[in-house]
């Protein structure tokens, strides 16, 4: 009941503060890897049936929100059962980024012109906010960048939901080794390394978008930025590991995840230390801790 409480609640929390859902998505993370799936499915449709009655007294639209958790929570079990079952914190990492490059390559392979459909959701957007009284300067410079951005939506969208799922999974995993396993999670997570099969399918990605202009090399660059959460998380694995092994490490890390977690242009090369590391190996060359 605990569970159920904690899980829901940080659900509906959700529903007007998005980043609580990462708490409620570790809440079933947590239950799946410590007990697994009978008392996870169990406490999933208990918080499921929590919420969904809390929005029948509320707003009358109990189906709507016990499906709106059922779609947050079931990716969540499933990839944190398959690392209860497997052990292998890299394969339940992989996992969701393999199946969220598949989402964007049948997103491709089943509709003609996705950036056409993301152009025109983005210009109903600002039209809406044009009409709150932006700035004329404001609109053209939107206008001009909808149709740069509409080309890689389907790849930006695939991969903040891939992270999310990603930050839930880490954070109910770092929830249990604190409860039952002091430092397990630490040693699990600074070894983190991806199959260089993964690694040659990114760089195949990479060199069609640059070799094309057609919509192969759009359908490419989508795929390469689904692919890149995996080498984010790598990447910052990598960079924790050889920070942890230096002098004034707290406030070096502290430093570190504040600088990704606020400024946007510093995942890329976060990305690309986790790629390069695949052939490189970065942690033995300057870990000395």
Known sequence: ???VMV??????????IPPASLFSSAGIALVVLR???AEGFVVMLGAAVAIALLALLLTGNMLLVAGYGLLLWL????????????????FAVELPVIFGVCVVGAVYFFLPDPA???SERLQATVETVIQGGMANENQVVIAENIEKVS??????????SVASLLIG???????????YNPGGFRAEFLELRSRKSIAYIGVAFILIAAIFSTKLAETALNLAISLAILYLIIGVSVLHRIISGGKAKQLVLTAFYLVIIF???????????????????WRDKFFVG
């Open 1 to 3: 009941m605990q569970a």
């Open 7 to 16: 899980i829901s609640s940080f659900a509906i929390l959700a529903l007007m």
């Open 35 to 37: 007990k697994g799936f």
């Open 75 to 90: 990716p969540i079990f499933l990839i944190a059962l398959a690392l209860r079952e497997s052990g292998q914190l890299i």
């Open 116 to 118: 056409s459909l993301w």
């Open 151 to 160: 080309r890689f939506m389907t790849g930006l969208i695939a991969a903040g």
């Open 169 to 179: 999974l880490l954070l109910g995993r770092w929830w249990q080794s604190k409860l």
């Open 263 to 281: 400024i946007p242009h510093a995942l890329l090369p976060v990305i690309l230390v986790g790629f390069s590391d695949t052939w490189v190996d």
